[in-house]
């Protein structure tokens, strides 16, 4: 069974640092990645997501992902933090061939900005 | 207003008590799936339903029990048999489809005294 790590539990950092967060999985076959994103008191929403073609993939509140294949990894970046991105992120696996459509996650980041 | 609702957002119960938490959606989604989120461990799947009247277990079933009579209800019942089951409880649902995405309701946090 496929599984995704998240190195990074706790991430604290000020205001305009610059963000990477770690994602890899386990699965050698194609795969569908996606990040989600828990603030406080909200519920878990897409931040952004990877099926096909251009491996930087771009999402909402100016994050984004590169897919490395070779290093079965999905990491997520954001140039500039701001105190409102202050949540606990998921990056989360789809294997192809999954009948269910279901989703392995990550143990989750908890971010910490700031101000 | 489309969406999913789950209710309770906040129960109690005694150890021992079954108790069946809600999970509605009007995104006229075919799948639907629960999850449990634990400190540290991220979201695990409980059970899904990619049909009507069907519903496969996930990796963590045990002590737990779904029905999918509706299209739109997905409710999990979280039986005495599971032994550790104060957690946050995560209902999504999917369009099938290979490039759709899993949407998420707001949870229930289920603490057992």
């Known amino acids: 069974a496929q599984s995704v790590s998240q190195h990074n539990h706790h991430v604290i950092l000020s205001e305009a640092a610059s963000l990477e967060l770690g994602c890899n999985y386990s699965?050698?076959?194609?795969?569908?990645l996606f990040w989600y994103v828990q603030y406080p008191g909200q519920h878990l929403q897409l931040l952004l997501k990877?099926?096909?073609?251009?491996?930087l993939v771009k999402g909402i509140k100016g994050f984004e992902a590169e897919f490395i294949k070779s290093k079965f990894s999905f990491n997520l970046r954001k140039p500039s933090v701001q105190w409102s991105d202050t949540a606990e992120y998921f990056c989360?696996?789809?294997?192809?061939?999954?009948?269910?459509?279901?989703?392995?996650f990550g143990g989750g980041t908890r971010l910490m900005v700031k101000p | 207003d489309g969406g999913i609702t789950q209710s309770p957002k906040y129960l109690f119960r005694k150890e021992g008590q079954n108790v069946t938490l809600s999970c509605e959606q009007n995104?006229?989604?075919?799948?639907m799936y629960w999850y449990r989120q634990d400190p540290g461990q991220g979201l695990r799947l409980i059970y899904y339903?990619?049909?009507?009247?069907?519903?496969q277990k996930g990796d963590i079933a045990e002590g737990y029990s779904v029905s999918r009579e509706k299209k739109e209800s997905f409710p999990l019942t979280v039986t005495s048999a599971q032994k550790n089951p104060t957690a946050f409880y995560l209902c999504a649902s999917m369009k099938q489809g290979e490039v759709d995405t899993q949407y998420f309701g707001p949870g229930t946090r289920l603490t057992v005294l």
């Open positions: 990877y099926f096909s073609g251009d491996p």
């Open positions: 995104l006229n989604h075919d799948a």
């Open positions: 989360a696996v789809k294997t192809l061939y999954n009948a269910g459509n279901m989703l392995t």
């Open positions: 339903s990619q049909i009507v009247n069907d519903f």
């Open positions: 699965y050698g076959g194609t795969v569908n």
